[in-house]
């Protein structure tokens, strides 16, 4: 399985900034997904990146709100524009391995005040 | 469309005796099924999956699974609790090809000593 890394780890930003997360793997990937697990609840996708092409988005996010890059196999960045305290959570990325098995990075617990 | 329902948001146990997480899907094709945990302050570690073949699977950390088609469930069982079991454990169910997963809301295990 991947060893996958994220940054930060955590952090506390302020409303109306940006905060992007990078999520790096050991090895080369073809997907890679980006979750969000609210305080106290599952995980939601956000969206899948494959690289080469544009992300695409579930329903309810869109790109101005969490643009996303993957400008090669092993490293993409998340970003959570114009931030509320709504958008406090534990993002995650994670990426595909056979069988449809699913490897996860650490998260980055954000808190927006 | 896929769900998943955990039943019991927080299950307790005592160390030593068995631990049983309920998990329940619904899915319009056969699905892959997997058991993730999560630490405090961590990611998501993969238990075990199912996707094909013998349906009782055996995963990490002495935990096993069966996948009952009739029943729709795919229960986690553990015949005795170690105090290092407590986490959140959740279930999640995907579609061969789609590498989307749904996840289930989660239970939280404590474990008393």
């Known amino acids: 399985s991947a060893v996958i890394s994220q940054k930060p780890s955590r952090d506390i930003c302020q409303r109306g900034t940006s905060l992007t997360i990078q999520c790096q793997v050991d090895?080369?990937?073809?997907?890679m997904f980006w979750y969000r697990q609210q305080p106290g609840q599952s995980l939601t996708l956000i969206a899948t990146?494959?690289?080469?092409?544009?992300?695409?988005?579930e329903s309810g996010f869109v790109i101005d709100k969490f643009p996303i890059s993957r400008p090669n196999l092993t490293f993409s960045t998340l970003t959570v524009s114009n931030m509320s305290p709504e958008d406090s959570s534990i993002y995650l990325c994670?990426?595909?391995?056979?069988?449809?098995?699913?490897?996860f990075g650490p998260g980055t617990r954000l808190l927006v005040l | 469309a896929q769900s998943v329902t955990q039943l019991g948001s927080h299950v307790s146990v005592s160390e030593g005796a068995l631990v049983l997480l309920r998990c329940n899907y619904s899915?319009?094709?056969?699905?892959?099924l997997f058991w993730y945990v999560q630490y405090p302050n961590q990611g998501l570690q993969l238990l075990l999956k199912y996707t094909t073949g013998a349906t009782l699977v055996k995963g990490i950390n002495g935990f096993e699974a069966e996948f009952k088609k009739s029943e729709t469930s795919f229960h986690l069982t553990k015949p005795s609790a170690h105090m290092s079991d407590a986490a959140e454990y959740f279930c999640?169910?995907?579609?061969?090809?789609?590498?989307?997963?749904?996840f289930g809301t989660g239970t939280r295990l404590k474990v008393l000593a």
């Open positions: 990146a494959n690289q080469g092409s544009e992300a695409t988005y």
């Open positions: 899915s319009s094709v056969p699905p892959y």
């Open positions: 090895s080369q990937v073809t997907m």
């Open positions: 994670s990426t595909a391995g056979s069988e449809e098995t699913q490897y």
């Open positions: 999640a169910v995907s579609v061969k090809g789609t590498y989307k997963y749904i």
